[in-house]
């Protein structure tokens, strides 16, 4: 099987990072049957090289002065651009499979529908960004924007992104449902209300006819 990008989106508190892990275990399990010597890589935006871990502290810590719209933007491409060539790219052309927290579309809900920049101006941006790179699936993790900053809040000190008001998250969540509705090919939406086993179980079924698809695919 070719190299497979999986971008896990959503608000705040949806549970990206509790079922990527749970995701990768899972497929590692599943892969040793069909394909042992594939590799899982778990990575995410901002942050998943040095640079971006740099640049994510600069983005999400509380400073003093404001940072500008534009300014917030072109470090979340700064840092993209960085991790597509570094671990994505890399990853994929040797057959690997890349399970990412975030990527296009989160600059697409928060920039643009939460924070209002230009839509036309965002895609420009992510495609010289990503040379093009796009996620083979997306999985979007539906869930209120209140229960999701509320399991944030529970986990600990909320950052500077979490602290913008319920609007902001409103907007952002109302950004996916546009996108998931528009691109329904490529972003498969996963109710993210219930337990974390049973949003597992949702990912596993969608991961799992994926997996046949793109191994039909080959075969034929
Ligand atoms: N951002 C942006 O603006 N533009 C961009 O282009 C990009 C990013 C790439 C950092 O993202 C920020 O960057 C983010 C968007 C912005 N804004 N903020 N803030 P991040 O992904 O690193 O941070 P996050 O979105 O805030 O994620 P998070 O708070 O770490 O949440 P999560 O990973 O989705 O959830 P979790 O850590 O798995 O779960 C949160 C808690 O809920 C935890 O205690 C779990 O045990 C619990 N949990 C998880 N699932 C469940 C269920 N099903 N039931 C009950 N409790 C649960």
Not at 26 to 38: G, H, N, S, Y
Not at 178 to 200: D, F, H, Y
């Amino acid at each position: 099987m070719q190299g497979k990008l999986i971008v896990f989106e959503g608000v705040e508190g949806c549970g990206k990072t509790t079922q990527i892990q749970r995701s990768r275990d899972w497929l590692l399990a599943r892969m040793t049957e069909i394909q042992p010597d594939v590799s899982i890589v778990v990575t995410r935006e901002p942050g998943g090289t040095e640079l971006g871990v740099g640049l994510r502290q600069l983005l999400l810590e509380e400073r003093g002065q404001p940072m500008f719209e534009r300014a917030e933007l072109l470090l979340y491409a700064a840092d993209r651009a960085q991790h597509v060539e570094q671990v994505l790219k890399p990853t994929l052309a040797k057959g690997g499979i890349v399970l990412c927290d975030r990527y296009t579309y989160s600059t697409i809900a928060y920039q643009g529908y939460g924070r209002g920049l230009s839509l036309s101006l965002i895609q420009q941006l992510n495609q010289i960004a990503t040379g093009g790179l796009e996620s083979d699936l997306t999985i979007w993790l539906d869930v209120d924007v209140e229960i999701g900053l509320s399991r944030a809040k529970a986990r600990g000190k909320a950052d500077r992104m979490e602290q913008a008001h319920l609007d902001f998250h409103r907007r952002v969540s109302q950004g996916y449902r546009e996108l998931a509705t528009a691109q329904p090919e490529r972003i498969v939406r996963v109710n993210a209300s219930p337990s974390e086993a049973i949003v597992q179980q949702q990912i596993q079924q969608i991961l799992h006819n994926h997996l046949t698809q793109w191994h039909e695919q080959i075969n034929n």
